[in-house]
């Protein structure tokens, strides 16, 4: 039999705006080694050099060799073999996967952050056993990605998933058209959605700038600005939510990112999703990630699982 500690390790990466991470998982999902450093923001070449700076220390560490995936908040363009869609705005237009693997002398797979989430949940964690899960960061950002039967589904032009750069639906009179976006779009889901977005809102309403986390607390206490700002948070969440359910119908949503740590919007956004939802009934589970933020880490490294 063979021993699966001398098997290839699984290595993923995460390349993020502000940090990069590597894991280094088994076959059986435990973890070997784990390692971040700061993104060199703004250096194509110096975001290569640190994925090969991580991979070595990784190898070294564990002295074994290993598949490499890669999740980027962006995709590879199949049309181009170029990244698009990237925030980190420094990577689009760069033919990464063949760079990176000229670097490291073997291939490498490449995926959306938001799918690497997604595939990890699926694999072994919230949505573990689902056929389609839908899983949504909210975080700085807000974006989604689509797991089926536990591989990423990219879809015909690579952009699976890409539900952020979406308005939000069925605005009302007050929110529309909404604040501008880093996507020349207007009133988006990800400039809505995200904690930016739930912060931007208290700000306006209130006049004071807080974090998520003193505006959540605020709430908590009674106070009647912090929890209305909780409240039309959860319902421009639910109708994105709600859409996506009228299209993919997946059997779990699965919520990750910092705005994921929210209890009451669990409570919240199950009653506000049904009223938007085209069926005489609606009934799914709304999950936390499993694995927090580590989970795009390990859906990059899971990229290699089939």
């Known amino acids: 039999m063979t021993d699966p500690h001398t098997a290839p390790l699984r290595l993923g990466i995460d390349w993020g705006g502000t940090k990069m991470e590597i894991i280094a998982l088994e076959a059986d999902g435990s973890e070997r080694f784990r390692l971040r450093v700061p993104t060199p ?11 090969v700076g991580l991979v070595g220390a990784a190898e070294a560490a564990t002295s074994r060799s290993g598949t490499i995936g890669l ?3 962006g995709s590879l363009s199949p049309a181009t073999g170029l990244v698009k869609n990237a925030n980190s705005t420094w990577m689009n237009g760069m033919p990464l996967d063949r760079d990176l693997e000229a670097a490291l ?9 938001a799918n690497c989430l997604a595939v990890s949940e699926a694999t072994d964690g919230a949505g573990k056993g689902a056929h389609v899960v ?15 039967d536990g591989r990423a589904h990219r879809g015909r032009n690579g952009i699976g998933g890409e539900w952020g750069n979406i308005p939000v639906p069925w605005m009302t009179d007050e929110e529309f058209p909404g604040p501008d976006c880093w996507t020349g779009k207007r009133g988006t889901i990800d400039r809505w959605c995200s904690g930016t ?19 959540i607390e605020r709430a908590r206490a009674g106070e009647a600005a912090a929890a209305a700002t909780l409240d039309r948070y959860a319902s421009r969440l ?15 949503f699965v919520l990750g990112g910092g705005m994921s740590n929210i209890e009451e919007l669990y409570d919240l956004l199950p009653r506000e999703i049904g009223r938007h939802v085209f069926s005489d009934q609606y009934d799914v589970p709304i999950r936390k990630a499993v694995h927090g933020d580590s989970s795009g880490v390990r859906g990059a490294a899971w990229l290699w699982n089939a």
């Not at 639910?238 to 779990?252: H, K, Q, T």
């Open 134 to 148: 839908h899983a949504i960061i909210i975080g700085t950002g807000c974006g989604s990605g689509i797991a089926i």
């Open 71 to 73: 999740g980027i908040p």
């Open 41 to 51: 923001r703004e250096d194509y070449d110096g975001c290569i050099r640190a994925v």
């Open 238 to 252: 639910a109708r994105a939510m709600a859409m996506v359910a009228n299209i993919l119908d997946p059997d779990v």
């Open 197 to 215: 977005g739930f912060q931007w809102d208290y700000q306006q309403v209130s006049g004071v700038k807080l974090t998520g986390h003193e505006i």
């Open 105 to 113: 002398a073997r291939p490498v797979r490449i995926e959306n952050d």
